[in-house]
C-alpha cells in the first residue's frame, strides 16, 4: 500500500478524462491535478518544446510527493516518450497503450487515429501502430488542430452548431469511410465523442486513449502494490484560469465542488 497522490496532467481539461477513468477504476486514491491552461494548446509546438514541457510538467506535479504519474496527454505522450521512461518516478501516457488496444482490435480493416497536429505529425500513433498491425493494416491519421482549442473554451455540447461545423471540417478526410476503429489520440475528444459519432456514423467503434493510459497506471499500480487506502483527497492546480476550470470540471466529475488553485505559468 502507498499513500501517496496519483499525478495527472494535461494541457487543459482534456486530461480530465483520463482522470475520470482513473477515479472509477481507483476510488480510494488521492489524486493531484495540473492542467497547464496558462501554455495551451500543446498541439502547434514543436517536440523540442513539447519535451521540455513534459518534465517541467512533471516537476510540478513531483513537488506534491505523487507515488506515479499519468500524462493524460496524447500530445505530450508522443512528443516525449523518452522523458516520460527516464523520469525518476513512474509515469505513463497514453499512447502505448492506446496503441496496444487498437492493435488487439479484431479484423484486417482500417484504423484511423485523430489527435492533435503534433501528435500525427511526430508518426508515433500511426507508424508505431502500422508497425504493431504487422504492417498488413491500412493507419489513417487525422491531425485535427481546431478541436482541443474549441474544447478548452467550452464548446463541447452536441447541438452546439459550431462543434458541429468544426468536427464536420476536421473528420472530412475520413468522413463516409469505414474503420474497424477510429481512436481519439486527443484526451480532450472524450467531450465530443458523441459528435464524433454524429459525423462519423452512431456505430463507429472509438477508442478512447485516456482510458488506455488510466488502465495501465491502474495495472501497474496494482501488480506493484502501491494502490492507496480509503482516502479521496483531489486536488487541482491551473496555470489558467482556475474559475473556468473549475465550471468545467465540476459538473463533469461529479464530486461535488471543484477547487482550483492558481498554478505558475513555467517559463520555456
Ligand atoms: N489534451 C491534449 C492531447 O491529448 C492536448 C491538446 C492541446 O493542448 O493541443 O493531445
Avoid at 511526430?122 to 489513417?140: A, H, N, P, Q, Y
Wanted: proline share 7%.
Amino acid at each position: 500500500m502507498d499513500l501517496r497522490p496519483i499525478g495527472v496532467y494535461d494541457s487543459g481539461v482534456g486530461g480530465l478524462t483520463g482522470l475520470r477513468a482513473l477515479m472509477r477504476l481507483l476510488p480510494g486514491e488521492d489524486y493531484v491535478y495540473f492542467s497547464d491552461s496558462g501554455r495551451m494548446p500543446y498541439g502547434p509546438r514543436p517536440r523540442s518544446q513539447l519535451r521540455r514541457i513534459a518534465v517541467q510538467d512533471m516537476d510540478y506535479l513531483a513537488s506534491f510527493g505523487v507515488k506515479a504519474i499519468l500524462a493524460a496527454c496524447g500530445t505530450i505522450s508522443s512528443a516525449a516518450k523518452e522523458e516520460l521512461s527516464a523520469y525518476p518516478i513512474p509515469a505513463f501516457g497514453v499512447l502505448t497503450p492506446a496503441l496496444d488496444a487498437m492493435a488487439a482490435v479484431p479484423g484486417d480493416g482500417p484504423l484511423a487515429v485523430i489527435a492533435t497536429a503534433a501528435s500525427i505529425a511526430s508518426g508515433e500513433f500511426t507508424d508505431d501502430l502500422w508497425k504493431k498491425c504487422g504492417m498488413k493494416r491500412e493507419i489513417v491519421g487525422v491531425p485535427c488542430p481546431e478541436l482541443a482549442p474549441l474544447i478548452e473554451s467550452g464548446h463541447t455540447k452536441r447541438s452546439d452548431p459550431l462543434v458541429q461545423e468544426c468536427v464536420a471540417r476536421a473528420l472530412e478526410p475520413i468522413r463516409g469511410r469505414r474503420f474497424d476503429a477510429v481512436l481519439l489520440g486527443c484526451t480532450h475528444y472524450g467531450f465530443i465523442e458523441e459528435s464524433i459519432r454524429d459525423c462519423l456514423g452512431r456505430d463507429v467503434k472509438l477508442m478512447s486513449a485516456a482510458d488506455c493510459g488510466a488502465q495501465a497506471l491502474r495495472d501497474y499500480l496494482v501488480q506493484n502494490d502501491l494502490t492507496g487506502g480509503e482516502r479521496r483527497d483531489r486536488r487541482f492546480y491551473v496555470s489558467g484560469d482556475t474559475r473556468a476550470f473549475e465550471d468545467f470540471a465540476e459538473p463533469y466529475l461529479k464530486i461535488g465542488p471543484v477547487h482550483a488553485e492558481q498554478a505558475p505559468i513555467m517559463e520555456l
